[in-house]
Each structure stands twice: as structure tokens, then as C-alpha cells.
């Protein structure tokens, strides 16, 4: 994270989005081990590629200024997960594009956090950054997911839908829903 942009760490009066620190590694690695938190994912992870996972996000931010924070609740956690902005890497119609992303340990789901927490990215995406838009994607029977998007005001259409170039034909993951968010949907700062 650049130490010189004024606008880091994000922060509401409950949560702070934050650079990473090697104390988050173990509760990373306990929700990346959790069915409930891997259940619309490709595969939990161990220890070890949970670590490789964080190391890597961890130079992204370093290197993009931005990604996928480590997401904090004040009182109640120094670390509940992650919740930012990346660059997909794989080809689709709506690619090259700046994804929104969460992932949160299932003992602290149904509080808002990850809402509260996206809309603080999806500010920092447009008015920081300036993007023209913002998009968030999962597989399509990730309703708990879906529903964070609903909530946030992104647009599904139906005829963005499409099949997740990284997983096989007939995996059943591989189909996937996307929505888009414009500086228009803004949530106010
Ligand atoms: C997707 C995920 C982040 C959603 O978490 P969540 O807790 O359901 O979503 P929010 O943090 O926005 O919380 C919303 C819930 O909190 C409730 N809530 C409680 N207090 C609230 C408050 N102060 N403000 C807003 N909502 C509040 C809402 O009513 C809602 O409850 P509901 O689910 O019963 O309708 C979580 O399920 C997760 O990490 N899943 C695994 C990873 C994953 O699939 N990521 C996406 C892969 S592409």
C-alpha cells in the first residue's frame, strides 16, 4: 500500500481496510480451510497456499497501490478477511476490467461488514482512482455473494453472464454471473 496516498487505509467508524500483516496469516488460513467460506470456490487451501495466496496479495497492493485489503472491525477483530479491487487475469467479454471482491470468515458473516466494506472500495475505485467502472463476479449459485451486489446497487443483466474460462466444461462452478457498477451507483463518502 502506498504510504503517500492520503486516502489509505479506508475506514468507516466500525471497519478499517487495511494493508496486510503476517498476524492475519492464521485466521486467513482458517477461513481459506472452512467449507462454508470455500463452498462457491474451487478448493479450500492448507496452510501453505493460503500463505502463498496472501504473499501474492499482499505484492499486488504493493505493486498496484491497490487490491485486496485485509478488512478489520473495530472491538470486535484485527482480522475477519478481505474485501477490494483487482485486475482479473483471464480473457472474457468484459476484461481487461477492475474486479470487487470478498471473502469473509463465516463467524462474522450477516453483520454488513462486507457491504459496508465494499462500499468504501467502490468509492475509493471511482473517485481515487477514476474508474469508469467496476465489476463483480461469481458463480451463479452464490446467492450470499449475489445478494452483496444487490445490496451495493450493481446491474445484472443476464446477457453478461458467462462461463469462468478457468474451470472445465461441466465444472459446476463454471458458470457465472456478472455485475457492473458506474460512477452513477457511487455510494456517498
Ligand atoms: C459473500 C460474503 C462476503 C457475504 O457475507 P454476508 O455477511 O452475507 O454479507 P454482509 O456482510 O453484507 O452482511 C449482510 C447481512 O448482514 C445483516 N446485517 C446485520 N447488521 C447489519 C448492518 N449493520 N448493516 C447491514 N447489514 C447488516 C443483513 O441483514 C444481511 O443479513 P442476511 O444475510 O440475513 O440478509 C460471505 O458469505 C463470504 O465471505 N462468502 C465466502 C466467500 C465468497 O463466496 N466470496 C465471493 C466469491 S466470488
Redesign the pocket.
Known sequence: MSQSDPWLPLESPRLLLRDWRDEDLPAFAA?NADP??????PARLDRAQSDALAARIRAQIRERGFGWWALEVAGVAPFV?F?GLSVPQFQAHFTPCVEI??????E???????????RLALTYGFDRLGLSEIV????RA?Q??R??MA?LGLRHDPADDFDHPSLPPGHPLRPHVLYRASPRDRPAR
Not at 471482491?101 to 463465516?106: C, G, K, N
Not at 462474522?108 to 465494499?118: I, L, M, V
Open positions: 477461513l462454508r467460506v470455500m463452498a462457491f470456490l478477511g474485501v471482491s470478498w471473502r469473509l470468515a463465516a462474522h458473516w450477516g453483520r454488513g461488514y462486507a457491504t459496508e466494506a465494499a463483480s463476479f461469481t458463480t452464490n450470499r455473494s445478494a452483496v445490496r
